[in-house]
């Protein structure tokens, strides 16, 4: 499929004139199952495609995009982006390393894409087990379960062949009546105990009741948190992260600076989009620069901004292998500009056991989830944000589920990681990140 759309590109962009270009292509087939009660419906897609182009001619740029690929197709969606080049610094695409591919696929996920039956069958028994556990604690389950597979390809006419990688990935996750949930991602299939498990282990660890911070005495006060690595991902990935691309330092609105203490001194984090357990991760980014690890924060000390290929030629440095086709707002993967992106976000443990963590909290929050943090202040990292899917943690034992709609959660992110209190020797995989548990304080409203 490559080598046939990499041709038709190539006499397109002769004919035109286009002196550069650089392909993202990927594909790949999904089975998923919707979960209503005890009821699963399958939905399966095959061969599901999609191309993203950039052309470079006489010091200009532009992009392009198609879900088809068709030599006459190609040529009209091509020649149309070719009236809309708009000037760029770089000087040409980079030329990527021989050998620049990696192979993530899982067997097991491969086989269970062609046999829904069998997907149907795992999903199945951790329904049927997370009702037997529940016995009344919840009335409503909702959940999903996909496995899928993919190939992608970046390639530049400055070179001899593309970067490529083909992965499978795994996810399940079981809301109950909207009060707590949880899920299993990554690159290989858990084991089926533990799918079967998921669903019984948080129902049975489910609060019976909700409570407000009226009922705790902490409406209005600053309260102990700990965060969970959702939770701490979204924060870090909206608003600190914003910081450290250079394309907000280039426009003078970060307020970082390589080398000063920006983080408690326990905190250090990479984005290493080389981490083989990471869906996120890639030999290349989409410009075909190589993966690397970034160290962000080393014991609190900022260390690195987040490049791309133009930034970098602007700042008169390297790219960081950070430029991705990083959407904003309705726009696609495949149509949206090459941006510096957070890719796969890695913070080292602590030292404390989660379970140590919570003990120690008098008064406080187990927080997963902040409704609406989209909307926070991504200039000054400030946010006023619900709590949802959250615990009400009292004298060291979570008692309830937060109330929804009553834990207005403020604070600031760039000052909450200068706060963090304590960091758990646990950590999650979020798909796009590795991340322990931190102990932090926010103000409730």
């Known amino acids: 499929m490559f080598d046939d759309i990499r041709r038709i590109i190539s006499r397109i962009a002769a004919k035109y004139k286009v002196e550069d270009f650089e392909i993202n292509l990927s594909t790949g087939d999904n089975t998923s199952f919707n979960i209503e009660q005890r009821d699963l419906t399958i939905s399966t897609q095959v061969g599901v495609a999609s191309l993203g182009l950039r052309l470079a001619k006489k010091g200009k740029l532009t992009y392009a995009s198609s879900t088809v690929f068709d030599e006459h197709t190609l040529d009209r969606v091509?020649?149309?982006?070719?009236?809309?080049?708009?000037?760029?610094?770089?000087?040409?695409?980079?030329?990527?390393?021989?050998?620049?591919?990696?192979?993530?696929?899982?067997?097991?996920?491969a086989r269970l894409i062609k046999n829904p039956k069998a997907?149907?069958?795992?999903?199945?028994?951790?329904?049927?087990?997370?009702?037997?556990?529940?016995?009344?604690?919840?009335?409503?389950?909702?959940?999903?379960?996909?496995?899928?597979?993919?190939?992608?390809?970046v390639y530049t006419s400055r070179s001899k062949e593309p970067s490529y990688i083909r992965q499978t990935a795994f996810g399940v996750n079981v809301d109950l009546d909207s009060r707590d949930f949880d899920f299993l991602t990554g690159r290989k299939l858990a084991s089926e105990s533990k799918i079967a498990s998921l669903g019984a282990g948080l129902a049975k660890s489910l609060p019976k009741g909700?409570?407000?911070?009226?009922?705790?005495?902490?409406?209005?006060?600053?309260?102990?948190?700990?965060?969970?690595?959702?939770?701490?991902?979204?924060?870090f990935g909206l608003l600190v992260a914003e910081q450290i691309y250079a394309t907000n330092k280039l426009l003078g609105i970060s307020k970082y600076r390589v080398g000063d203490a920006l983080a408690a001194p326990s905190v250090t984090i990479y984005d290493d989009a080389t981490h083989p357990d990471l869906l996120s991760s890639s030999p290349t980014d989409d410009e075909g620069t190589l993966s690397r690890r970034i160290p962000i924060f080393e014991a609190g000390t900022f260390k690195s901004f987040l490049y791309d290929a133009e930034t970098a030629v602007l700042d008169k440095t390297s790219s960081t292998g950070?430029?991705?086709?990083?959407?904003?707002?309705?726009?696609?993967?495949h149509e949206a500009p090459v941006r510096?992106?957070?890719?796969?976000?890695?913070?080292?443990?602590?030292?404390?056991?989660?379970?140590d963590m919570i003990r120690s909290v008098k008064k406080g929050v187990l927080l997963k989830f902040l409704l609406g943090i989209h909307t926070a202040d991504k200039v000054t990292g400030a946010f006023a944000n619900t709590a949802f899917l959250s615990r009400v943690i009292d004298a060291g034992e979570t008692v309830a589920t937060t109330e929804p709609g009553t834990w207005a959660m403020r604070g600031n992110a760039l000052e909450l990681i200068k706060n963090i209190e304590a960091i758990s020797a646990e950590r999650l995989n979020l798909g796009s990140g590795l991340l322990p548990w931190v102990k932090t304080r926010l103000a409730v409203g």
């Open 78 to 109: 091509i020649s149309a982006a070719l009236t809309n080049l708009v000037p760029t610094s770089l000087k040409g695409f980079v030329a990527i390393p021989p050998g620049s591919s990696s192979d993530y696929s899982d067997p097991e996920v």
């Open 119 to 153: 997907l149907q069958d795992i999903f199945s028994e951790m329904v049927k087990q997370t009702w037997s556990e529940g016995k009344g604690r919840f009335e409503r389950l909702n959940g999903s379960g996909a496995v899928s597979q993919g190939e992608s390809w």
């Open 210 to 235: 909700s409570l407000k911070p009226s009922d705790i005495g902490v409406k209005g006060q600053v309260v102990e948190v700990i965060l969970h690595p959702m939770c701490l991902q979204g924060l």
């Open 322 to 333: 950070s430029g991705m086709r990083r959407p904003v707002l309705a726009e696609e993967t």
């Open 340 to 355: 510096p992106t957070l890719r796969s976000l890695v913070m080292e443990p602590g030292e404390h056991r989660l379970s």
